[in-house]
């Protein structure tokens, strides 16, 4: 990830010219399964793996609850998107059904920082259907919203907010609450109350409740933001005024939908990277103040069972 705008893709450029010219690929029916409760444990997969054909097997994932395959654009998928639909039916379906044993939900993350469809004019409502056609059609358990839309957003005239309002909506409206997961994945800046429009407080206002929960980045926002558990938790700075995690719960958002996003390591983000034993205590400290939303990272393989192990290992211990 880059500074305000991240979840950089290695290879999209390369892999989504493919996707125009791929063969779309039938998914078996897979039964879908209810949304997950809190704490969330969520880590996200755009990297290229040697070796790799398809999500890492389950051992190698163990303590997370969610897998989020990266990214689904509003050109097609690409990069682990893509090499989802790839894949046969009959070895999708096989996947599928080790990662719903292991209590693993597989959903696909959509726009990150190369696609930015308020600002190219993209119609929200079709963007949402054709999105949860594709969710259906290879039969994930759902969708994360990396929008960053810097532009719009910061623009402050509430074309993001509508845009992000009619989407989500009609994705909501295709993806029924109980069935599909549904989450987005916002800066935390976005929640800070300096936006005149709102930004992502406006969008919770709108749409909150059909909103699972949030993955929130708590990082590649400036080098001493969110790096220690104060600003993480309590107190951010004033160039994002109240965007620590219970500011933005002060703000009205349910303090349960608030899932702390950190990078696997430094090389991962261009800044607010905590190691793992310091980001537990923080963990520890949140959780005694009744926060119990859970955890994501940026990005397999980087982090994989032995980080989460360490995140969880005081809070949240297997």
Known sequence: MVFFGSFSTLFTAVISATAAVALPVKSTNIAKRATPAAPHFVIY???WVSGETGPPAVSDITGYNVFALSFWLTSGPADQ??????LDNATRASIKSDYNSAGISLIVSAF????????????????ANNLAAWVIEYGLDGVDIDYEDFNAINAEDGSAETWL???TTALRAKLPAGDYILTHAPV???????YTSGAYLKVNENVGSLIDWYNVQFYNQGTTEYTTCDGLLTASSTTYPNSALFQIAASGVSLDKLVIG????????????MDPTTLAGCLETAKGQNWDAGVMVW??????????????????PE
């Open 262 to 273: 950190k990078p696997a390591d430094s090389g991962d983000a261009t800044n607010g990277y």
């Open 45 to 47: 997969s755009d990297k």
């Open 112 to 127: 990150g920082s190369t696609d930015a469809p308020t600002s190219s004019g993209d119609d929200p409502t079709t963007t």
């Open 81 to 86: 998107a893509i090499e989802w639909t790839e």
């Open 188 to 194: 935390a800046p976005w929640f800070s109350t300096k």
């Open 165 to 167: 309002s009619t989407f």
């Open 299 to 316: 990005e397999y393989p980087d982090a994989a069972a032995s980080w989460i192990e360490t995140v969880r290992s005081v809070a949240f």
